[in-house]
């Protein structure tokens, strides 16, 4: 059992990878220096670290984003392209446990996109968890879902803190 979890939003330019991410935070938000607060509700919460731009756009090296205390939990948007692939055996090779929500088809396309990468089936090889999601419909259901699985991952390793009202 891992104590690292990749939570993963893959999807082509456009797609609502951000929406996602600012919406699981009631907030706009980028990659930060250091590991921030995700809440689950008023008083319970998880830290994360957030990637928010894709490495593969912004053409960086992981470690060149990851503080250097390796987090339990990386929120990461990841680019559907060749170079993808590198972005999760990164993770894989650190021993991350993989979440990946993939929003097919993307906000901005009109239709669904042909995993011309095998994608699916490396990440199922991997023993990743794998969700394809409409990034053109209200992000609503799909945040739930990703806010519902860090909570029971968390919770499970006992990572969940409390903040108690005065």
């Given at each position: 059992?891992?104590?690292?979890?990749?939570?993963?939003?893959?999807?082509?330019s456009d797609s609502?990878?951000?929406?996602?991410?600012?919406?699981?935070?009631?907030?706009?938000?980028?990659?930060?220096?250091?590991?921030r607060r995700l809440?689950?509700?008023?008083?319970?919460?998880?830290?994360?670290?957030?990637?928010?731009?894709?490495?593969?756009?912004?053409?960086?090296?992981?470690?060149?984003?990851?503080?250097?205390?390796?987090?339990?939990?990386?929120?990461?948007?990841?680019?559907?392209?060749?170079?993808?692939?590198?972005?999760?055996?990164?993770?894989?090779?650190?021993?991350?446990?993989?979440?990946?929500?993939?929003?097919?088809?993307?906000?901005?396309?009109?239709?669904?996109?042909?995993?011309?990468?095998?994608?699916?089936?490396?990440?199922?090889?991997?023993?990743?968890?794998?969700?394809?999601?409409?990034?053109?419909?209200?992000?609503?259901?799909?945040?739930?879902?990703?806010?519902?699985?860090?909570?029971?991952?968390?919770k499970y390793r006992?990572?969940?803190?409390?903040?108690?009202?005065?």
């Amino acid at each position: 059992m891992s104590d690292r979890l990749l939570v993963a939003i893959i999807g082509s330019s456009d797609s609502g990878k951000s929406t996602t991410w600012n919406r699981l935070f009631d907030a706009k938000v980028n990659t930060g220096e250091y590991p921030r607060r995700l809440y689950f509700n008023g008083a319970q919460w998880v830290d994360v670290f957030l990637i928010s731009g894709s490495p593969e756009e912004r053409e960086i090296e992981f470690g060149d984003f990851l503080p250097d205390k390796v987090p339990h939990i990386v929120l990461c948007s990841a680019q559907y392209r060749d170079d993808v692939i590198e972005t999760f055996d990164y993770f894989f090779s650190k021993g991350y446990e993989v979440f990946v929500q993939w929003l097919n088809p993307g906000h901005a396309d009109s239709s669904t996109c042909e995993d011309r990468l095998n994608l699916r089936n490396y990440l199922l090889d991997k023993g990743a968890t794998i969700q394809v999601r409409d990034g053109r419909a209200d992000p609503v259901s799909r945040v739930k879902e990703i806010r519902q699985f860090i909570l029971g991952w968390a919770k499970y390793r006992d990572l969940i803190g409390t903040d108690f009202p005065d």
